[in-house]
């Protein structure tokens, strides 16, 4: 129903269905949008909780630069982005 | 923003600091800079505001933390409050830079030789120029010259001027010379004789021996009044005093006056322009766009008007400019009326030579040339004049 209506009224998914939307700016910093909590945070690895699923984000040195309900701005160098059940 | 509210950076130790970090996004607490430092240790900044909140959290979660670092104004204030003295000192420094700087600490009194420095400070003290004035109750300059000039009859000219803190009046006093008249009473003994040949006109001796009558013709360097009393010739016969009086002789001059009959003149034709222009610290800003001025010939008038705050003029203001058309124009005269004009300027001339005593008995024209334009006079005038000059008697001869 809702995928219907995004796509007959032509709006975007991660606002009508509230999936993931992420920006990154080369390997060094990573913008989410839409995620629940996170998860797990260490340096090598950062796992966020999304509606459905997850989203690991794995690399070295990995920080939050800045975090609120519902985005948050990671830093250091990123080596994978993978989603998983 | 931010650094008005402030910002704390922390270093955290707990078993789940995940879901204490979790909580506090929940709780709408803005998380910066989350980095870990080893495993159980977290550092991460949060706005001051939050701060607390955060803290709550964290002793539900048994996170303990520690402050590592402030920043923002409210830490900077506390700052200021701790060194109170010096935050009120700098302020109160320049007030007291400010009021002490605007009393008249010193008054300074040049020039005085003769005139007392005291005497001239009581007069300024009564203009209200006196140590400890506030300047700005300083009375006009213009008026404490003319104030104090009235009242110290010695000086020549008095002028005011503030440095600083520090007004300094130069006097200029009257050079003494003797008394005009002094010289009567007492002078030595003197003769009086002729500065010119004349014919004696009438005679005021009032003391000395005359020794010319009225209507006497008397040559140059001839005693006309001898101070010697008694028999001229033997100076023990009587008292030798300084003759003093007034003989006035009449004289005969012959000037010559010329005068051009051709004369240009420089005249207004009435037409003007008037234009304002600004000017700042005394330079005055061109106007690049002004039309230029339609008169072949013209003067201009300039006077400035300074802008005021109250009584205080600024240093800039505007020049309003009167650009006047003139025209030369030629004139020309009749000999006849040149030589009137001719006459009349050298009597004009004479009777400046003659001073207070002398009068013009009468005058005559001799002679009338033109030449090259011009005319040429020569004037007879027939004079009255004091011909007395004083000639010491010599004695012990």
């Known amino acids: 129903m809702r995928k219907w209506a995004s796509d007959f009224f032509d709006l975007p998914a991660d606002v009508t269905q509230e999936?993931?939307?992420?920006?990154?700016?080369?390997?060094?910093q990573c913008l989410v949008e839409n995620i629940r909590d996170v998860e797990r945070f260490e340096p090598q690895q950062l796992t966020l909780k999304l509606t459905q699923g997850r989203l690991s984000i794995r690399g070295q040195s990995l920080n939050i630069k800045t975090i609120t309900p519902g985005m948050i701005l990671i830093e250091g160098q990123i080596h994978s982005l993978s989603y998983e059940e | 923003m931010q650094s008005i509210y402030g910002k704390v950076e922390l270093v955290c130790k707990g078993e789940r600091l995940l879901d204490w970090i979790n909580q506090a996004v929940q709780a709408q607490i803005p998380l910066e800079h989350i980095r870990w430092e080893d495993s159980g240790t977290i550092?991460?900044?949060?706005?001051?505001?939050?701060f607390f909140r955060l803290y709550a959290l964290g002793r539900q979660s048994g996170v303990r933390m520690r402050m590592v670092r402030k920043e923002g104004a409210p830490f900077l204030w506390k700052q200021a409050k701790r060194r109170k003295f010096f935050f009120i000192g700098i302020p109160l420094f320049f007030l007291m830079l400010v009021t002490l700087s605007s009393f008249v600490w010193n008054v300074q009194i040049e020039g005085t030789e003769r005139i007392q420095a005291q005497h001239v400070q009581a007069l300024l003290k009564r203009e209200g120029v006196y140590r400890g004035q506030w300047k700005g109750n300083l009375p006009d300059r213009e008026q404490v010259q003319h104030q104090l000039l009235m009242q110290l009859p010695q000086a020549a000219w008095i002028g005011m001027r503030v440095e600083g803190t520090r007004v300094v009046v130069t006097v200029v006093e009257k050079k003494e010379v003797g008394r005009p008249g002094g010289d009567e009473v007492g002078a030595g003994p003197v003769h009086l004789v002729s500065t010119k040949n004349a014919l004696i006109y009438d005679m005021q001796v009032i003391r000395g021996n005359p020794q010319v009558e009225v209507n006497d013709v008397v040559k140059k360097g001839q005693i006309l009044v001898s101070g010697i009393y008694g028999n001229q010739s033997?100076?023990?016969?009587?008292?030798i005093?300084?003759?003093?009086?007034?003989?006035?002789?009449?004289?005969?001059y012959e000037s010559d006056v010329s005068l051009p009959l051709e004369r240009k003149r420089k005249v207004y034709t009435g037409a003007k322009v008037k234009r304002k222009r600004p000017y700042l610290f005394g330079w005055v800003i061109p106007n690049p766009w002004g039309e230029p001025v339609g008169f072949a010939k013209h003067e201009t008038k300039e006077r400035a008007y300074a802008m005021?705050?109250?009584?205080?003029p600024l240093p800039l203001g505007y020049i309003e400019e009167e650009i006047m058309e003139v025209e030369w124009v030629e004139e020309?005269?009749?000999?006849?009326?040149?030589?009137?004009?001719?006459r009349a300027r050298a009597s004009d001339e004479m009777r400046q030579k003659l001073g207070r005593d002398g009068r013009i008995l009468g005058e005559k024209v001799l002679h009338t040339r033109v030449e090259n334009g011009k005319v040429y006079l020569k004037v007879h005038f027939d004079v009255i004049e004091d011909i007395v000059k004083k000639q010491p008697i010599l004695q012990g001869e």
């Open chain 1, 19 to 28: 999936l993931p939307r992420v920006e990154m700016l080369g390997s060094s």
């Open chain 2, 308 to 312: 005021y705050v109250g009584k205080w």
């Open chain 2, 234 to 239: 033997d100076p023990k016969s009587g008292k």
């Open chain 2, 43 to 50: 550092r991460l900044t949060v706005p001051l505001p939050h």
């Open chain 2, 241 to 252: 005093v300084g003759a003093q009086g007034k003989v006035l002789g009449e004289v005969w």
């Open chain 2, 332 to 342: 020309k005269w009749e000999p006849k009326q040149a030589i009137q004009l001719g």
